[in-house]
Every structure is written in structure tokens, then in C-alpha cells.
């Protein structure tokens, strides 16, 4: 595990290098590029947040919803903010919504099974998506210091 730190470590370095080795301009555009790329993943971190929120909040609810009687009166969100008082007909059979208007009728256990299967889905991708920002981070943050020396060395002493 040392090794591949050392190795992380040197190309960055290297990096660092080809960095000094560049115009202004294309320090400039390479540091701008980056911080899009950052803002971008950043954006896409987000949602990702908030679909494994809401999927947590699904399963939290199917679970809620399986320990409640056949017949029992609840409420039933139509919308974030419209409920309508309804009666459980079937606690055994849920519909899952899997996305642009399409539903899916599974049982309880399948459908708290895929709400877990996406979540987890969700999670493996924001791991992926968090180390390719810290990254391009990096990157961006080298950029501005490398711009930032030259700069200082093109200025005037005071």
C-alpha cells in the first residue's frame, strides 16, 4: 500500500512538472477547465444525495407500511405536499416506481430489496464520483498555484 502512495505521490510531482512547463494562457484554461469539471461532479454529488435520500425514505416507508394492518386508514401522498386519506387494501403488493412513469407491482420483500440494491448502486457510484472530484480538485488547486508562482515571477519586485 506504501508503494502505490509513493507512486500517487510522484505523479503528481510529475504533474506539477508539466505544469511549470506551460504558457499562462494554457494554465489558465487547464485551472478553469478543472474548476467546470469540479462544479460539475459537485452538481452531480447532489443528486445523487438526494436520490439515495429518497430512497431511504422509501424504504423507511415500506418498512412503516408492512407492519400496518390490511384496512387500516392512512394518509397517501399524491404529491411532496398533497395527502388524501385512503384505506390499505394490500400490504402485501407495492408498486416501485423505476423512473420516467413507469411502475412496477413487486412484493414487499422485492420491493425493499430494490430500494437496498439502488441504494447501495447510488453509494458505490458517489464513492466513484467523490474520488474523481478530490482529483480534479488536485488538479485545479496545482493549477492555481503554478499560476500563481508564475505570475509572482512575471510581476516587478516592490
Known amino acids: 500500500m506504501a508503494s502505490s502512495k509513493g507512486g500517487a505521490a510522484s505523479s503528481t510531482a ?14 489558465k484554461v487547464l485551472k478553469e477547465q478543472a474548476d467546470i469539471e469540479v462544479n460539475l461532479l459537485q452538481d452531480s454529488l447532489n443528486n445523487i ?8 425514505t422509501a424504504a423507511t416507508a415500506l418498512q412503516d407500511l408492512s407492519l400496518r394492518p390490511q384496512g387500516h386508514k392512512m394518509l397517501v401522498p399524491l404529491t411532496a405536499s398533497l395527502y388524501v386519506p385512503g384505506i390499505l387494501d394490500d400490504s402485501d403488493n407495492v408498486l416501485i416506481d423505476i423512473g420516467t412513469g ?9 420491493g425493499k430489496d430494490y430500494c437496498d440494491r439502488k441504494i447501495n ?3 458505490s457510484n458517489f464513492d466513484q464520483l467523490f474520488e ?4 480534479k480538485k488536485n488538479v485545479a488547486d496545482e ?10 515571477q512575471l510581476s516587478p519586485a516592490s
Open 14 to 27: 510529475s504533474a506539477a512538472t508539466e505544469m511549470e512547463k506551460m504558457s499562462l494562457e494554457e494554465l
Open 132 to 135: 474523481l472530484a478530490s482529483k
Open 49 to 56: 444525495r438526494t436520490a439515495t435520500s429518497r430512497l431511504q
Open 143 to 152: 493549477a492555481g498555484i503554478v499560476l500563481q508562482a508564475k505570475l509572482k
Open 121 to 123: 448502486l447510488l453509494k
Open 102 to 110: 413507469y411502475f412496477v407491482e413487486k412484493t414487499m420483500s422485492q
